[in-house]
């Protein structure tokens, strides 16, 4: 009912900087105006943990972990939802995955990898 298509992953140095992207597309869209995007993020061995959310009229929640060094944005024409994260430790090596939920309906991404490592 929803595809997604999420770029921006990969190996950076602690410190540095990625932005993922994640366009997602299906007919729900066209039924729901109002939704919540989001990235989740899971690390070996933990559970999936929320990264940051915004929602259509661009409220946005972040997790205390990433606050001051992550910014979520959306591009509602394009249903596309973005993270940038800065100062990025070893600790946020995970598979961050993009999500977007309308009313009680949940629907995943397929995830993409993070490394921050030297």
């Known amino acids: 009912q929803v595809q997604f298509v999420e770029s921006g992953g990969g190996l950076v140095q602690p410190g540095g900087s990625l932005r993922l992207s994640c366009a997602a597309s299906g007919s729900i869209f066209r039924l729901y105006r109002m939704n919540t995007m989001g990235w989740y993020r899971q690390a070996p061995g933990k559970e999936r943990e929320l990264v940051a959310q915004?929602?259509?009229?661009?409220?946005?929640d972040y997790a205390d972990s990433v606050k001051g060094r992550f910014t979520i944005s959306r591009d509602n024409a394009k249903n596309t939802v973005y993270l940038q994260m800065n100062g990025l430790k070893a600790e946020g090596t995970a598979v961050y995955y993009c999500?977007?939920?309308?009313?009680?309906?949940?629907?995943w991404g397929q995830g993409t990898q993070v490394t921050v490592s030297s």
């Open positions: 999500n977007v939920k309308f009313l009680g309906a949940l629907f």
């Open positions: 915004i929602t259509s009229d661009s409220t946005t």
